[in-house]
């Protein structure tokens, strides 16, 4: 048996002792260190009205990382022991099993530290798809854990970045990956003006909208220039959008939904995140700001919710 988090209702965890789940052929079963908490889980925990109860057991958790505790039929290239990240779906528990095509195994220089893999690998991916070049204007829009990641690939491939939020430690924290410019994110027009006396009128080559609500969305596209890309990364999960599709059409703008669901897509941003976590050429610990048990994962989630103090992720630590 095995502890997994419930979810039980809208605001409702329960801690459950479930069968430990054995892994099939071309699968392995992780012995999970921790599992990340992403704002995906925040309309669950929310309660929309197509939602169903209760969920699966350790369901809402799909950014976990451990060590392999068992190999299924047919997998070679993982043996127990391995440390590994994966994109696993049931991982606020203590175990979770993972097809083997969707684990990596960490380096001897990722040994102890934590790998919430999945979002990390979705920030990547966000980047390739940006299209982000040396000299261009970048504006990103949220500073959170996605918002400060693409903020330092964006600062390192040569472009020039303002990043908006609302919080003064999220921008300080842009600040920290590299940001040329920062702007409070409280009034629409002084934002647009402001990015516009910042670029010479003529706006932001590639805007990335990282909040997942409709005015970041309405800012986001006012802030593209002629011809440029507006690339949404916030996660629109809450109901419908309003676009102004005047604005769009006017300026010509190519409009991205970067979220991947292809596995292998997703596997080749967790690699290269991987491969930049461990040469250093990114540092994400100052994003690991919470940490908690399986037991408080309520707590986590009202946290991602309502960000106290410094906070930008929240980690389940199961070991």
């Known amino acids: 048996m095995m502890r997994a988090a419930v979810l039980e209702g809208p605001g409702a965890i329960r801690i459950a002792q479930v069968p430990r789940p054995e892994p ?11 599992c990340g908490v992403c704002a ?15 969920g699966e057991a350790g369901g809402l958790g799909h950014e976990g990382w451990g060590t392999v505790d068992a190999v299924g039929e047919g997998v070679g290239d993982l ?4 440390r590994v990240a994966a994109l696993c779906h049931r991982s606020f528990a203590d175990f979770d099993v993972a097809r083997v095509d969707v684990v990596l195994k960490l380096p001897a220089t990722l040994a102890d530290a934590p ?12 980047f390739r798809r940006s299209d982000i070049r040396a000299g ?8 959170g854990f996605l918002g400060a990641v693409l903020t330092r690939l964006a600062t390192d491939a040569g472009a020039q970045v ?44 590639r805007v990335i909208e990282a909040v997942g ?13 002629f011809g440029g890309k507006l690339v949404v990364a916030g996660y629109h999960q809450d109901g419908p959008r309003q676009v102004n599709m005047q604005n769009w059409n006017w300026k010509g703008i190519d409009v991205i939904n970067a979220h991947e669901r292809d596995p292998a897509v997703q596997m080749r941003g967790l690699r290269e995140a991987v491969d930049a976590v461990a040469k250093g050429s990114i ?30 992720k929240a980690l389940v630590m199961l070991a």
């Open 40 to 54: 995906s889980n925040l309309e669950p925990w929310a309660g929309q009205e197509w939602m169903t109860y209760p």
């Open 79 to 82: 043996v127990p022991g391995d």
């Open 213 to 225: 609500k409709q005015w970041p969305l309405d800012l986001a596209g006012e802030l593209v220039g």
């Open 283 to 312: 540092d994400p610990a100052p994003l690991y700001t919470h940490r908690y048990r399986l037991e408080q994962l309520g707590d986590a989630l009202d946290a991602t919710r309502d960000k106290p103090g410094n906070f930008v």
């Open 162 to 205: 303002v990043a908006i939020s609302r919080r003064q430690e999220s921008l300080d924290l842009a600040r920290h990956y590299g940001a040329a410019e920062t702007i409070p994110m409280h009034d629409h027009w002084a934002i647009i003006e402001r990015v516009g006396d910042w670029t010479g009128g003529a706006m932001c080559e």
């Open 136 to 143: 261009q204007k970048v504006a990103i829009v949220g500073i």
């Open 24 to 34: 099939g052929p071309g699968e392995i079963r992780i012995r999970l260190e921790g």
């Open 115 to 126: 790998f919430p893999g999945e979002p990390l690998g979705c920030a990547f991916n966000i």
